[in-house]
Every structure is written in C-alpha cells, then in structure tokens.
C-alpha cells in the first residue's frame, strides 16, 4: 500500500528519470522492464554482448533504489536524496563501463560474500 501518492509519485519519477539516463548513456544495452513484479518499477538487463551477466536496476518500498549483480544486492536511500541518486548512478554506470567489478567468494558452489 502507497502511504502518500505525491511522495511515491516523486519517487517514481526520480527513479524512471536515472533509468532514462542510464539508457542513454548505453544505447547498445537492452533495458527490460519487468511489468508483473511486486515492486514499484522492476527492470532487467539481460546478458548481451558487453555484459557477462544479468543486471536488475529497481524501486522498491517507495523510495530505495536497488541494484542487483549476481549475488550482489544493494539499495541506495531515499531515493528523493539527490546524493544518494548520484552515488546509484555511478554504481550501476560503473558497473556497465567496466570501471567496478563485483567480486563473489565460494566455498565449493556456495557464494558466501558478494
């Protein structure tokens, strides 16, 4: 349930505008959004050339930010915090250029630290 419409209406906003942004800044990339989530905004980009594995960008619980990367899993909060919107930026763009790694240690098949 959307505690305030405005506040969730800004969110969204905020979080649709950096998706624009990361897909303009990779147009050679294909950003899928996932409809029947049970999030606010679900988008997947899928493995293709110049990425080695899937990338889920998201909104959820109103107002964070997420970003998932194999076992990786991190949130940026609120997202109505312009700081906290630049520091997802350059994690997610970071990411998709090559400049960040994602670095996951197993024991045996388990990963156990991402």
């Known amino acids: ?3 305030n419409s ?3 209406t800004d969110a969204e ?3 649709r505008g950096v998706f624009a942004e990361i897909a303009e800044r990779f147009p050679a ?3 899928v959004e996932n409809a029947n989530e049970h999030v606010e905004i ?3 980009i899928p493995v293709q050339p110049g990425l080695s594995c899937d990338v889920g960008l998201g909104l959820q619980n109103q107002d964070e930010l997420h970003l998932y990367i194999g076992h990786l899993w991190m949130e940026w909060f609120p997202c ?3 700081d906290r919107v630049e520091e997802y930026l350059d ?3 970071g990411f998709l250029s090559g400049r960040y790694r994602v ?3 197993y024991r045996r098949t388990k990963c156990y630290k991402a």
């Open 80 to 82: 109505t915090n312009r």
């Open 29 to 31: 990339l294909k950003l």
């Open 6 to 8: 405005c506040e969730t």
């Open 42 to 44: 679900s988008i997947t």
């Open 1 to 3: 349930m959307k505690a």
């Open 13 to 15: 906003a905020i979080a």
């Open 103 to 105: 670095l996951e240690h």
């Open 91 to 93: 994690a997610v763009t």
